[in-house]
C-alpha cells in the first residue's frame, strides 16, 4: 500500500511539475503584440532596408523580445475615408492582428488637396478627419484584444532640407498649415477619446539633418530612429 501510495504520489508530483513547465513556456513565449498603422513614413519610404531601418523595426528592437511589432504602414495612405488608399480598406488586416497596443501615425496625406499632390483629393474632407478618427478608434477599441491606442501628431515637414526644388518648397509650405491644423484635431480627438498622444511633430520640426535630402518630408535613417524613440518611450511609460 505504501509503495502504491508512493508511486501515485510520483506520478502526481511529475504531472504538476510538467504542467508548471507548459505554463511557463506558453506565458513566456506570449508577446505584447503592437500593431503601427501609418502611411510610407510608417513602412519606411526612401530607406534602401525599410525592414531594418523603418521605425516599426527601430521600435522592434528599442523595446525587446516580449514584444511583436508589426508595421501595417502603406505608401500614400489617409485617415479620411475618402482617401485612396485609406487605413480603411487596411482595417480587417489590422484587426486580425489582434494587438495590444497599436501605433497611430496618419495625416500627412490628408493635407493633399485643391492642387497640391497632383490630383488627389483629401483637404476638400477635412471637415470629415476629426469624426473619422473618433469613428477608427472605436473601432479599434471593440477588439477582444482591449488594446491600448496612442495617436500621433505626424512628424512634420521641413522647409529647410537641403536640395528642395522650388515646387517641392511651394508645394510644402502650402501643406504645412494644413498638418498643423490636423494636428490640432488629433490632439482633441485624443482628450476626447481618452486615449494616449505622442508628438512626432515637434520634436522633429526644423532639424533638416533628420529628413531625406530633397525631400523634407520622409525621415532618413536617423530620423526614423528617432521615431521609434519618441514612440517607444511613450509605450514604456503607459503600458498597462
Known sequence: ?????????????????????????GNKAEKIKVACVGDSITYGARLENPERDSYPAKLQSLLGDTYAVENFGVGGMTLIRKGIPTVWNELAKIKASGPDIVVISLGTNDTCGFGSCGDRKCWEYK????????????????????????????????????DL??????????????LQELISMVKKVAREKNVH?????EPLDHRPELFTVSDGVHPNKAGYAAIAALVGNQIKTHRK
Open 165 to 178: 526644388n522650388a515646387e517641392r518648397i511651394a508645394g510644402l509650405k502650402v501643406r504645412k498649415p494644413r
Open 197 to 201: 498622444f505622442i508628438d512626432l511633430n
Open 127 to 162: 471637415d470629415e478627419f476629426e469624426k473619422d478618427y473618433r469613428d477608427l478608434i472605436e473601432e479599434l477599441s471593440r477588439l477582444p484584444s482591449n488594446p491600448q491606442i496612442f495617436i500621433c501628431a505626424p512628424s512634420p515637414m521641413v522647409l529647410e532640407t537641403p
Open 1 to 25: 500500500m505504501n509503495s502504491l501510495t508512493s508511486y501515485l504520489s510520483s506520478i502526481i508530483l511529475s504531472a504538476t511539475v510538467l504542467l508548471l513547465i507548459a505554463a511557463f513556456s
